[in-house]
């Protein structure tokens, strides 16, 4: 493993700075004790609604009242942290994160449909979706998108075949071919800080495993 972090954050497009206002107000209100409950299963639900004193402005009240339904971009099958169920619901650490925060706006966080993070991404500065859960702030995303405080953090991790070579560090990955799930926020990390490592970008987890464990990478980092 290499020991550097990735942050998972709350992300809305730059033109909306109330809703970013909420949800670091909603965010601030969940305890270190609630959070821990998340990570256990990852989380045993609060019953009950509007219980919260949040502190709300009227005009994010207002905003609220008018946007009972928040279009939410998700990662597809980083499970535990961010999936879509069956029924088409995100699920893990992220879905019911985004419970709890409903809770307290008596709001509904729905997925967005969103066919690739690249994809939800798009529709997030096309305003087909209101936010994105699981985002990491880079440079070249601040650009565009507002970012709430971290509501997770683990560290990267680089997986290689089990007859191919081993790789102890991102260093270590100088000169080889990475694949990588398109528009997550390792690529732009790699490439700015290791311009020499090849990338190869795919839609979907499935695919990046799917080249690498057929050859067509020597390793992928997440």
């Known amino acids: 493993k290499e020991k550097k972090s990735i942050n998972y954050r709350i992300a809305v497009h730059n033109n909306n700075p109330i809703l970013m206002s909420i949800i670091n107000k909603a965010m601030g209100a969940m305890t270190n ?33 008018n946007n009972p339904i928040i279009k939410t971009v998700a990662g597809h ?67 565009f998108l507002t970012f709430s405080s971290m509501f997770m953090s683990n560290d990267t991790a680089i997986y290689s075949r089990a007859d191919g070579m081993r790789f102890a560090s991102l260093e ?21 800080f290791y311009p020499d490592i090849n990338i190869i970008e795919v839609d979907t987890l499935v695919d990046a495993i799917l ?3 057929k050859g067509g990478a020597d390793a992928m980092t997440s």
């Open 33 to 65: 004790a609630e959070y821990e409950e998340i990570a256990k299963k990852w989380l045993k639900k609060v019953d009950g609604k509007n219980q919260y004193n949040i502190n709300l402005t009227d005009a994010e009240k207002e905003w609220l009242a």
């Open 77 to 143: 099958d980083n499970a535990p942290s961010s999936f879509i169920n069956s029924e088409g619901k995100i699920d893990g650490i992220a879905g019911d994160y985004l419970n709890e925060i409903g809770n307290r706006l008596n709001v509904k966080f729905i997925w967005a449909a969103n066919d690739s993070w690249n994809d939800g991404l798009e529709k997030l500065l096309s305003s087909e979706a209101d936010i994105a859960i699981g985002a990491s702030s880079t440079p070249r995303r601040e650009k």
């Open 172 to 192: 270590s990955l100088r000169g080889y071919t990475v694949v990588q799930v398109a528009g997550t926020a390792n690529i732009d990390y790699l490439k700015e």
């Open 211 to 213: 080249i690498l464990s």
